[in-house]
């Protein structure tokens, strides 16, 4: 086990945040998982430490509200690769969207070709 890769983070499904050992074995894979109070926990190590995953939340251009307001948040449906936010935020500052806006709308779709959407997290109009 010498050229394993041992990495310590908080597990952050819910505020037990148990402290989690996460060993991985030479090619990446894990090898163990330790720290964990339940499987949930368990699987958010395994893909924290191979994947980390998040949602991303932003704003997007609004163009012909009433009310006049130039930006609208949005937030991807679901958690998307961390690896990919940073690409992900230039599509959302790309992107336009013209009111009116119903929250949950696809503001921009499969983003990054993860599969997906960028949805609306209010209404606009
Ligand atoms: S391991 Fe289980 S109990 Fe501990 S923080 Fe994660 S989800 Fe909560």
């Given amino acids: 086990m010498s050229n394993c890769t041992v990495k ?16 991985l ?13 339940c499987p949930r926990g368990e699987r958010f190590g395994r893909q ?11 704003t997007v251009r609004l163009e ?7 930006l609208i948040p949005v937030r991807t449906r679901e958690a998307i690769p961390l690896s ?6 230039d599509a959302i500052r790309k992107a336009r969207v013209t009111a009116p806006v119903k929250m949950g709308d696809i503001v921009l779709a ?5 599969g997906v959407d960028v949805v609306a997290s209010c209404s606009a109009r």
């Fill in 64 to 70: 012909g509200a009433h009310t006049g307001e130039p």
């Fill in 84 to 89: 990919l936010q940073a690409q992900a935020m």
């Fill in 25 to 37: 074995d030479e090619t990446g894979s894990v090898v163990s998982v330790a720290g964990n109070s």
């Fill in 8 to 23: 310590d983070f908080y597990c952050t499904v819910c505020p037990s945040e148990c402290h989690l050992t996460v060993t």
């Fill in 110 to 114: 499969n983003v990054c070709d993860t």
């Fill in 48 to 58: 924290e430490a191979t994947c980390p995953m998040r949602v991303l939340a932003s």
